[in-house]
């Protein structure tokens, strides 16, 4: 069955002049036929479909377009071209510490981020103790956030994101969270929840975790799609090669 | 229409999160926090009355009450434009990230506002009191310019945080627009004074139709007339759906230019 289609789909930035001109210079450039937009595609002509429980292992280089990609999938942003089609409901860990808000305290935080993923009040009323004693913040609770070190925040935003349930979850670089005891802990976690069966995009720098986990592997490169299989070793060796510089793309 | 309920359903812990979170910024958890929302415009109304009490206060009934139906609510209008103007661009780093309906964080921004400005109506009544005024029935009209109001400002809002994306300048633009709305929508001077047309070009603000509204029925204790009442519904459609539209329009764009 499939779960996720991910069907020629580009997603185009605009850089150039819009930005910081301010509308004064941007009338005013219109009308001397000075104004400027510039295209750039951060992702073009991707396809590719995932069937219920596929791991699918992202690989490419910094700027690749996997996390525009990503932002597609999961629904943050509409793709400028070509369609995705979803079934059941997603659950994206993004670059997971940010998005709090450094006045609040750990506890609002918390219902905060909760809300945001669209947990109930009831279901962050039950699961709030469990929450706080995984993230082991329980002394830090009434805190505000800003005295938390990154790596705790990092844990609190694992705690509550690995809650869900979700059909299709999407992880970018979020199974290196915290010091070394947290990060047994969160990968046992997340072992938990891909063993119920998943579908799951993973973003990672680490071919050997690509190796390990993933039975599906898609390539990106300069926003291009240069191979999607399930030859998941294959492809790992020639990226590896690409990185070391033996094969070249056109 | 089923389908925007269940959504809204869904949506409103964290609608209800957020509310408590910019209050608690705001207020910055202060007793004082809250008592200077009601403080600040007490001081404006203050400096007002001791500048402009000799050119129009003699002339003119309660003049206190006048020029404090005035302040209040463009001090809402101010608040919810100005902040609801920053709504998006202030909460980027969330909706960059995941995935919720941005209208919410506007909304929110004018749950504040709205806040403040039911504090300082509380005041305004007690004014009413020491200022000898009756308090009749028709007081309970105010529910109609006041929820007016409210769809106002969110749709100026949403036009405003839309534009803020894209135009980094509005803000500086909008602060010279208030100003100048300030000096045309007759708050510390009557306009009674004026010639016929131009008393008549006062109503195309609609700021100004709030206001007065609120002067009718409080001070002279006159219902206005329901073209009056059509006039504002008018406005408030006008800007509310604009403001929807520019939203609906753009919202996809949004995460380009963040």
Redesign the interface.
């Known amino acids: 069955m499939i779960v996720l289609k991910v069907s020629d789909v580009s997603i185009r930035y605009k850089v150039g002049d819009f930005k910081d001109i301010g509308l004064k210079e941007f009338i005013l450039r219109k009308i001397t036929g000075n104004y400027r937009v510039e295209e750039f595609w951060a992702d073009r002509h991707i396809n590719f479909t995932l069937d219920q429980g596929d791991m699918l292992g992202i690989i490419g280089t910094n700027g690749a377009g996997k996390s525009t990609l990503l932002k597609a999938v999961s629904g943050i942003m509409t793709p400028t071209e070509g369609y995705i089609i979803r079934k059941g409901n997603i659950a994206a860990l993004l670059e997971l510490s940010s998005g709090f808000d450094k006045e609040l305290t750990v506890k609002e935080n918390a219902y905060l981020r909760g809300a945001m993923l669209g947990y109930s009040r009831k279901f962050m009323d039950d699961t709030y103790d469990q929450i706080i004693d995984f993230s082991e913040l329980r002394e830090f609770e009434n805190r505000p956030f800003k005295q938390l070190s990154s790596g705790m925040k990092s844990r609190l935003a694992f705690s509550i994101a690995s809650l869900v349930d979700p059909d299709i979850l999407i992880l970018d670089e979020v199974l290196s969270v915290g010091d070394g005891a947290f990060r047994k802990k969160s990968e046992a976690k997340m072992n938990e929840i891909l063993s119920k069966g998943a579908t799951t995009i993973l973003v990672s720098h680490s071919l050997s975790q690509v190796r390990r986990l993933c039975n599906k592997v898609l390539w990106l490169n300069k926003g291009r799609q240069v191979d999607f299989g399930d030859n998941v070793n294959e492809l790992c060796d020639s990226y590896k090669s690409f990185l070391n510089g033996d094969i070249r793309l056109e | 229409m089923r389908n925007k309920i269940s959504t809204l359903k869904?949506y409103q812990?964290?609608f209800?999160?957020?509310v408590?979170?910019d209050f608690?910024?705001k207020y910055?958890r202060t007793v004082l926090g809250m008592a200077w929302s009601v403080l600040s415009p007490l001081l404006t109304l203050l400096v007002m009355m001791l500048v402009f009490t000799q050119f129009f206060g003699r002339t003119t009934p309660h003049y206190t009450i006048y020029v404090f139906a005035g302040n209040i609510i463009y001090n809402y209008f101010y608040e919810a434009s100005s902040q609801g103007m920053q709504s998006l661009t202030s909460n980027a780093?969330?909706?960059?990230?995941?995935?919720?309906p941005k209208y919410l964080f506007t909304i929110s921004k004018n749950v504040q506002a709205l806040i403040n400005f039911g504090l300082t109506i509380i005041v305004f009544f007690i004014f009413c009191l020491f200022d000898h005024i009756p308090f009749t029935p028709k007081f309970f009209l105010l529910v109609y310019p006041v929820c007016l109001l409210v769809f106002f400002c969110i749709g100026v809002g949403l036009i405003l945080s839309a534009?803020f994306v894209?135009?980094?300048?509005?803000q500086y633009?909008w602060s010279v627009f208030m100003r100048l709305l300030m000096y045309l929508s007759a708050i510390f001077y009557t306009i009674t004074s004026f010639p016929e047309s131009t008393q008549r070009a006062f109503l195309v603000n609609p700021l100004f139709l709030f206001i007065n509204y609120f002067r009718e029925i409080v001070i002279y204790s006159r219902i206005p007339t329901l073209g009056y009442h059509l006039l504002m519904l008018a406005d408030t459609a006008l800007l509310f759906l604009l403001g929807c539209r520019m939203y609906k329009k753009y919202n996809?764009e949004f995460?380009?230019?963040l």
């Open positions: 869904k812990f964290l209800e999160e957020l408590k979170r608690k910024k910055k780093h969330i909706f960059t990230k995941i995935n919720v534009l894209f135009f980094k300048d509005i633009l996809t995460l380009y230019y």
